[in-house]
């Protein structure tokens, strides 16, 4: 660390938002890559040697020329709630936290304009006096925040109805550059797909336009079945099915619900051996969605009317990646993968899974849709033994075409997501010449290529 360095710093952002503290350097040098047991090995000892939290765009934009004068790698954060690694500084330099660039600026029929640390439910909270509300959003969102999630994430929440973030969930963004002269740019349309899910490695997104609907009043339900493929028939049913309006529709295996602690008094009700579904559905459709549940053998264990959402812990807060938390908080041996279960032969597939690996391998599927296409994703819970194992598992479901996007891997797309690397390191090129952005997590395309 330079002193001088870190008194430039100090003259870009102000004394107050450099972090001096060595304990909070390395806290805001971490985020949720213990999810994996390899990244955890991995990325353990990795951490910045400055961090800054800067509260304008302005002083952003000078403490970023400071990094290009100096030849610093940096590293955008948002909440640190990503699973991959992605705000983890690979080579040290530094941190910039954006957690106080975190205003709404604009809110309008159909639109809202955000400082990129805005945290998501803080936003839906506010757009909701417009009588609008979020298309999607990550399990983790009373955290995180609108950048970190568009820079770092996919889908969620809502991604049923209104797909992934490609899907036109992000209208426009301003991104800063780390060229000789750091300089702001403004980003539409299909550009914007070389700075989603790109990890920062492209430039750094201070504001993002992203879509917003009319309000709903949701319901949620949790409903148990004996049977798995019962449960799954059922959930792609109302996943499918135009005339329902959703937002969640989640299935879980067997004994998975049992890890659900703060579920335990509901949880009583549903037996060791009954798997989950669970459902955030339009107040309206809800009399008929029960009504083909308990036809298709489901059996309703517990409803949130639309008066108690968001009050207290809600049914998507066991969903996506939070399954996998719960799990972890259970025992530490669990960990995840990331597939696309093929919507024709999904019962197959599942069948072999399970003929395999048992309770190794535990089954949750997320319904979305993905560029148009209604996809069940699959977040399944893996009881880790080795690397090996590990990979010999994420090979089978490959095999057996439950095609896995690797969540134990740093490198952007080396985890199997469809994304246009190429066009992305071209960008990386034009934006960030001295490459000093999220350093080591875009890999060389041919390797990814070789690797998918």
């Not at 938002?17 to 000892?45: C, F, G, H, Q, R």
């Not at 048992?358 to 080795?386: C, M, N, T, Y």
């Not at 439950?402 to 797309?413: C, E, K, M, W």
Request: hydrophobic share 40%; proline share 3%.
């Amino acid at each position: 660390m330079s002193e001088v360095v870190r008194m430039k710093l100090v003259e870009a952002v102000g004394s107050q938002n450099v972090v001096m503290e060595t304990e909070a350097i390395a806290k805001l040098s971490k985020d949720y890559y213990w999810y994996s047991p390899v990244l955890e090995k991995e990325l353990s000892k990795k951490q910045a040697d400055y961090v800054i939290i800067p509260e304008s765009v302005e002083s952003l934009k000078k403490a970023l020329q400071v990094a290009v004068d100096e030849k610093l790698p940096v590293t955008v954060r948002g909440a640190g709630t990503g699973n991959y690694g992605q705000a983890i500084p690979m080579t040290g330099g530094v941190v910039v936290d954006l957690s106080k660039l975190n205003k709404v600026l604009e809110v309008g029929e159909g639109f809202t304009r955000v400082q990129a640390g805005m945290r998501m439910r803080d936003l839906e909270k506010q757009i909701e006096a417009t009588n609008q509300e979020l298309t999607i959003y990550p399990s983790t969102f009373v955290k995180a925040t609108i950048g970190g999630f568009v820079s770092g994430g996919s889908g969620g929440v809502g991604s049923v109805t209104w797909g992934n973030l490609w899907d036109d969930n992000v209208l426009e963004a301003k991104v800063l550059t780390m060229e000789e002269e750091v300089r702001e740019i403004v980003v539409l349309k299909e550009e914007l797909l070389d700075y989603i899910h790109s990890y920062g490695t492209t430039g750094i997104i201070t504001e993002i336009t992203i879509p917003i609907k009319p309000k709903n009043r949701w319901t949620q339900e949790l409903i148990s079945f004996d049977d798995l493929k019962d449960a799954l028939q059922f959930t792609r049913s109302i996943a499918e099915g135009t005339e329902w309006r959703k937002r969640l529709v989640t299935v879980v295996e067997a004994p998975i619900p049992t890890f659900f602690r703060p579920l335990k008094k509901i949880m009583k009700e549903v037996a060791k051996t009954n798997h989950l579904v669970l459902i955030e559905i339009a107040e309206e459709d809800r009399k008929k969605m029960i009504e083909l549940a308990e036809k298709s053998g489901g059996c309703i264990v517990h409803s949130v009317e639309a008066e108690r959402y968001r009050k207290g812990i809600g049914i998507s807060d066991f969903t996506w990646n939070h399954t996998t938390l719960w799990a972890l908080k259970n025992d530490k041996s669990w960990t995840y993968l990331q597939n696309f279960f093929s919507l024709e032969d999904i019962h197959n597939q599942i069948d072999n899974i399970k003929n395999r690996y048992g309770d190794e391998v535990l089954i949750h599927v997320e319904w979305l849709r993905d560029r148009g296409k209604l996809v069940p994703a699959g977040l399944p819970l893996i009881k880790f033994q080795s690397y090996e194992r590990l990979y010999e598992i994420i090979d089978f479901f490959n095999e057996i075409g439950a095609t896995v996007n690797d969540p134990h891997t740093y490198l952007l797309g080396a985890g199997g997501w469809n994304l246009q690397l190429e066009s992305i390191a071209k960008k990386k090129r034009d934006n960030d010449p001295y490459a000093l952005l999220n350093q080591e997590k875009l890999p060389v395309y041919e390797l990814v290529k070789e690797r998918l």
